[in-house]
């Protein structure tokens, strides 16, 4: 049944989701699935494959939600074949909770007290709507004793009895959420006179089936925030129409009860828990949209490329407290570190200057990389003056420090830096990101990083989740260099974790540098199954075998070894397998797989790394821009053409930093002439675009950018 469903949603045929499912029963990881079982999976994807696992994980909860139902109200004895079809047919959680509520034992309510009085028979009379004199009726139910003193008294119990009924009915409940879901709108009003970040919801009303994520976001803040008062209005004549579709049935004094009844129903309980829901509901697609985007950001600025072999001077800006500085070699190894003060009037330039000028030629630095914080310009100021002075072959970068000083007061910054202040970690971190970027940002939490939108405002283990699934797929995408690599990257490595990447490195500390992947099996509590799932994604650069510089599982290692025997290669004594594909072609892909006995997907992907062994797919990407030359905010003109490089992307549109300290925002009307949902469909953070200036607010630091070329 999962295989079947999730092979419908998904879009992949059964066979693919059946196998997909064991390898996850199996236990094994997103990434090993996807790089090393292509042939089971039909070469899904590490994206499509989480999805399948999240969705699989709804499902088998939703499931065991399904059978709690089925036996609490089998154990009262009121399940009955049509109960028991109408929770299989479920599809959601609160399709399941409908059926369940008349069942579900209740706290103390007006209907419980009404049916403790003996009220239950006078409302199952009412409810029938017959030709009776329910004032006569209602008398005989009075009882001083049992506190119904009046006719009204029995009435209006019963009417509390029939307004549960009215209000734990399933097909009610159905039937109103979603016509309200389809004609209500989310509405906000704001009562302070400076409602701040908040002005444009002070009338807010928008249809829920238009209304954009990142406006729902914006109002649950302003409303938890007390800025703002927020809900669902929905037509009431509308909603009483269908409960009097379903519930009242003739045109008597009974059906005036059951009227009366409805109405009390709809609004105390009914209305009230529907709007909560379809809040919730509405927050959860939000929730999942944003965390989309915010994974999408992170898996593109992950991804960005790394400068390699450059000894690299880190600036982490600073007014009061000075301008941190560190110069890393070509490893990411600290060589120096100091402070300057060079961003306030009091400040002696030239002395910072000089130190930089100094430490710069002492350690042959290839490239800066400048904190975009707090006096950035300034500092971008300085550097440009000393390029330019001295005449010097170096450039820099202004790098995100989002998440650093997070990093730098951290145990593991603490662990990695124990001599080294917190504000000089970070800037040895500005310089590794831009040495690694993937290397250095997985030690940040990832919601420090700050690519998203409202990620405050996530609920925590979601999105943790999905955000460690993201740095996971690109960790073991590139892979990793064992004998390098830190514990937190190395904790990243499918089937490793952290108390495995701790025991790595200090097998290494102990016995050396490794030299073959067969090593890894003395690694205490790595047992087979973990070794299966994170060989492959470990590189060895120091083995003799140029296979386990590549992400060819040892479990294939026959199978590349025979490949290249029959293409006229030995893998003991040749470097370069330049031409493979070609050879492979010339005696046919799918003839060579049936011989070394492997699928065509894995045997592609034994090629593609024997012709580039210890490539890094990184490289692939356009390089980052780096700059010799400053610009302010002063200097911006309207229509002025400008290079930039995409920093975040968000539902309205995309922030472009084009070297002015302050990002400026193409708002999503002016990033392409065709219509476009969302930025993600035409651009990645780091891309490097050409925008045009549409205005400058000096006062506000605003800065509107366009993409559509004026000419």
């Known amino acids: 049944m999962e295989a079947k469903i999730l092979s419908e949603e998904l879009n992949i045929n059964l066979w693919q989701a059946e196998n997909v499912i064991a390898l996850i029963d199996e236990g094994n990881t997103i990434p090993f699935i996807a790089r090393y079982r292509k042939e089971k999976t039909g070469s899904l994807d590490d994206q499509v494959l989480r999805a399948f696992a999240d969705r699989l994980d709804f499902l088998r ?13 089998e154990k009262q004895g009121a399940l009955t074949e049509e109960i028991a079809l109408a929770i299989a047919n479920a599809k959601t959680l609160t399709e399941i909770e409908d059926i369940y509520r008349p069942y579900k034992p209740k706290r103390k309510t007006r209907a419980s007290v009404a049916k403790e009085k003996g009220l239950e028979p006078l409302s199952e009379l009412i409810y029938l709507q017959g030709n009776v004199d329910v004032f006569a009726e209602a008398e005989k139910y009075i009882d001083a004793e049992k506190g119904v003193e009046t006719t009204e008294d029995a009435l209006a119990g019963a009417r509390d009895i029939i307004a549960e009924k009215i209000s734990d009915d399933a097909e009610t409940r159905k039937r109103l959420r979603y016509v309200c879901l389809h004609n209500g709108f989310l509405f906000a009003k704001g009562d302070k006179e400076d409602l701040g970040v908040y002005e444009m919801y002070k009338e807010f009303s ?12 914006a109002v649950n803040r302003g409303e938890k925030e007390e800025f703002l008062r927020a809900g669902i209005d929905f037509d009431e004549e509308r909603a009483m129409n269908i409960i009097s579709s379903l519930h009242i049935f003739g045109d008597n004094e009974c059906a005036k009860q059951v009227r009366e009844a409805a109405l009390d129903a ?30 999408v950001n992170l898996r593109q600025l992950l991804m960005q490329p790394p400068i390699k072999n450059k000894c690299v001077l880190g600036l982490d800006p600073g007014y009061r407290t000075g301008c941190k500085v560190a110069v890393v070699d070509s490893t990411g190894k600290v060589l120096d570190t100091g402070v300057i003060y060079a961003t306030l009037p009091n400040h002696d330039k030239e002395k910072a200057k000089a130190y930089l000028k100094q430490l710069i030629k002492k350690h042959s630095v290839d490239v800066c990389a400048i904190g975009n914080g707090t006096a950035s310009h300034e500092t971008e100021v300085l550097v440009a003056d000393i390029i330019a002075e001295e005449k010097l072959d170096i450039s820099y970068m202004v790098v995100s420090e989002a998440g650093a000083s997070v990093y730098s007061a951290s145990p593991l910054a603490a662990k990695e830096f124990p001599d080294y202040d917190v504000s000089l970690r970070s800037a040895v971190s500005i310089a590794r990101r831009l040495q ?4 250095e940002l997985v030690k940040i939490e990832p919601k420090a990083i700050g690519v998203g939108q409202y990620q405050h405002d996530m609920p925590p283990a979601q999105l943790d989740s999905t955000l460690e699934g993201v740095v996971e797929d690109c960790v073991n995408n590139v892979g990793v260099d064992v004998n390098t690599a830190s514990p937190r990257l190395l904790s990243f490595v499918a089937g490793i974790g952290d108390a495995l990447a701790n025991n790595i490195v200090a097998y290494r500390e102990e016995n050396g540098a490794f030299s073959s992947r067969a090593q890894f099996k003395k690694i205490p509590k790595l047992g087979p199954k973990a070794f299966e799932q994170c060989a492959g994604f470990l590189r060895v650069p120091e083995s003799k075998n140029i296979l386990e510089n590549t992400a060819v599982h040892p479990e294939s290692y026959d199978a590349a070894e025979k490949l290249l025997e029959i293409t006229g290669y ?21 003839k060579i ?13 034994i090629i593609s790394e024997l012709e580039k062994p210890g490539r890094d797919v990184r490289d692939e990407l356009p390089p980052p821009m780096l700059k010799r030359e400053v610009m302010g905010l002063e200097d911006l003109k309207e229509g002025m053409e400008i290079k930039g490089t995409v920093r975040n ?26 219509f476009i949902k ?4 035409v651009l990645k953070v780091g891309q490097v675009v050409t925008v045009w200036v549409l205005s400058v607010d000096s006062a506000k630091k605003r800065i509107s950018l366009t993409m559509k070329s004026p000419k």
């Open 266 to 295: 709809y609004k105390r309980l009914i209305f009230p828990a529907i709007e909560r829901e379809i809040r919730s509901e509405l927050t959860d697609s939000a929730t999942a949209s944003a965390i989309k985007v915010f994974g």
């Open 206 to 217: 928008e249809p829920l089936t238009k209304v954009a994520g990142h406006r729902i976001l």
């Open 436 to 439: 690694d970027p993937l290397a």
């Open 678 to 681: 969302h930025p993600m469909e």
């Open 570 to 590: 030995n893998v003991k004594k040749d470097k370069e397998f330049t031409g493979l594909s070609d050879r492979v072609n010339l005696i046919g892909i799918e």
């Open 61 to 73: 909860k939703l499931e065991q939600a399904r059978q709690k139902v089925l036996g609490a109200i």
């Open 593 to 605: 797989a049936k011989e070394i006995s492997v699928g065509v997907p894995t045997l592609k992907d």
């Open 649 to 674: 992307l968000i539902d309205f549109g995309a922030f472009v930093d084009i070297g002015v300290h302050q990002d400026g925002l193409v708002h999503i009307s002016q990033i392409t002439d065709r």
